[in-house]
């Protein structure tokens, strides 16, 4: 339903623009080219208004114009949670991580690194 939804919002948005639509998880159950199309399209409503989106998948990230991280630390006997704002090296590492489960994959760097070059050239 949020995936009609972002289709429906991304044509009524151009006449009729709201000031903030927000997603989360709108990319659950899907992966590779359907997630992309999906980051594309919320990167086209982002034009028009504040978009915020929560998500795991790193196709879907990478088109984010702004990438902020949700720490949860759960040590002692009272949960924390942060939130952090990653950019240029941490940014890679952050979609690295959601790519491979991993912080020092190089090969998901690298994806990572490709991942947001797709989506600043578009």
């Known amino acids: 339903m949020s995936r009609v939804m972002l289709g429906i ?10 000031g903030t639509y ?3 998880e709108i990319d659950s159950g899907v992966g590779g080219k359907a997630a992309l199309e999906i ?9 028009l208004s504040q978009v915020v989106v929560v998500t795991h998948l790193p196709q879907v ?6 990438h ?3 720490q949860k630390d759960e040590g002692g006997s009272v949960t924390a949670s942060s939130v ?6 941490e940014r890679i590492t952050e979609i ?7 912080e020092s994959s190089e090969s998901a760097k ?3 690194q490709e991942l947001l070059t797709l989506a600043s050239e578009e």
Not at 10 to 17: G, L, M, P, T
Not at 61 to 66: E, I, Q
Not at 96 to 102: D, I, M, V
Request: proline share 0%; aromatic share 4%.
């Open 22 to 24: 927000i997603f989360d």
């Open 39 to 47: 980051g594309r399209r919320l990167r086209k409503l982002s034009h």
């Open 96 to 102: 690295a991580r959601l790519l491979s489960g991993q």
């Open 84 to 89: 952090l704002s990653v950019d240029g090296n």
């Open 68 to 70: 902020l991280v949700v």
């Open 61 to 66: 990230a990478a088109w984010g114009h702004k």
């Open 110 to 112: 690298e994806h990572a």
């Open 9 to 18: 919002e991304v044509v009524v948005a151009e006449k009729s623009s709201v």
